[in-house]
């Protein structure tokens, strides 16, 4: 069996959007999968948007540019606006429940409550990422939450460990419900 | 005039290669330039030695995987040996001083004292990546001293702001030297 993911994840500078998508990388890695991750840097980055990439794999990833994603999360509707073109019609649009999704799109939707989870239920904005990479992750289930969990551990600082692993599961709760 | 270089970072899990060259990706974007950062985990990362990549341009990047790169900078000998085969042949070299240049290579090299100037110097371990920073991009004129400052500001802990500071200035020294 192969698999085969490109995951997009966007929003405005400042979200934490690269290392979300570098500690999806590690949990991926850890799971055997071999993976690239990247953001692109250009005249759409002065734009106020930030989006970064990976792919995971389970054979080698000869050509490492995304065009069609299997998956935007976006948090920003600026963000949701300038990729939600280039997701591929089977693919999945995850987006914050405050976010409008465009009429061109027409595929599997995911409305996850991450903004008011870090705002009103955590109190601490700058989990954002990490609230939404619980979730991203629940959804598309690409590591353990074992995996996960260290891979968070290892990129954030020390002291901030505990309050990450509640954002991880404030996650993870928001697909379920 | 045109502007195109392709530049691996490796050293061991822990030494910041990664955010070193998110750091200098985004002084060089600051430039002006079109860049990708990247890196790709697979088997052989495994192996304990970490390595990232960007390629910065002055035009539209189209085939952003780095095969061969026109500057290596390398902190430790098992990422030197394991990387110093895919440099070019024009290309150049970067190695703390305590490195051993492998036979093979016949090219440009740069030796930098950064292991020693982060334990002597600077008594701070964890700023390896962004003393190793000053000196590559002295050597290699990616950004301007203010924009490369502003990227590390950008990126470091408020707290760690003039530490990081004074790293980047020692690195620049090294250079010089």
Same mark, same amino acid.
């Given at each position: 069996?192969?698999?085969?993911?490109?995951?997009?994840?966007?929003?405005?500078?400042?979200?934490?959007?690269?290392?979300?998508?570098?500690?999806?990388?590690?949990?991926? %890695? !850890?799971?055997?999968? *071999?993976?690239?991750?990247? =953001?692109?840097? #250009?005249?759409? &980055?002065?734009? $106020?948007?930030?989006? @970064?990439?990976?792919?995971?794999?389970?054979?080698?990833?000869?050509?490492?540019?995304?065009?069609?994603?299997?998956? %935007? !999360?976006?948090?920003? *509707?600026?963000?949701?606006? =300038?990729?939600? #073109?280039?997701? &591929?019609?089977? $693919?999945?649009?995850? @987006?914050?429940?405050?976010?409008?999704?465009?009429?061109?799109?027409?595929?599997?939707?995911?409305?996850?409550?991450?903004?008011?989870?870090?705002?009103?239920?955590?109190?601490?904005?700058?989990?954002?990422?990490?609230?939404?990479? $619980?979730?991203?992750? @629940?959804?598309?289930?690409?590591?353990?939450?074992?995996?996960?969990?260290?891979?968070?551990?290892?990129?954030?600082?020390?002291?901030?460990?505990?309050?990450?692993?509640?954002?991880?599961?404030?996650?993870?709760?928001?697909?379920?419900?």
């Amino acid at each position: 069996m192969s698999y085969n993911l490109k995951f997009r994840f966007a929003g405005s500078g400042g979200q934490g959007v690269i290392l979300g998508t570098i500690i999806l990388a590690e949990a991926a %890695l !850890a799971e055997g999968y *071999q993976v690239v991750q990247s =953001q692109s840097y #250009g005249p759409e &980055a002065r734009g $106020g948007s930030c989006k @970064a990439e990976i792919i995971v794999s389970s054979e080698e990833i000869v050509f490492p540019k995304i065009e069609t994603a299997d998956c %935007l !999360a976006a948090l920003t *509707q600026k963000a949701l606006d =300038q990729y939600i #073109g280039s997701v &591929a019609p089977d $693919g999945i649009v995850i @987006a914050d429940s405050s976010l409008t999704i465009p009429e061109s799109w027409h595929g599997r939707t995911e409305k996850i409550d991450v903004i008011s989870t870090v705002y009103d239920v955590l109190k601490k904005p700058m989990t954002v990422n990490i609230v939404a990479l $619980g979730a991203i992750n @629940a959804i598309l289930g690409v590591a353990g939450d074992k995996a996960l969990e260290e891979a968070v551990l290892a990129r954030v600082p020390k002291s901030t460990g505990e309050l990450n692993m509640r954002a991880l599961e404030e996650g993870r709760k928001l697909y379920k419900k």
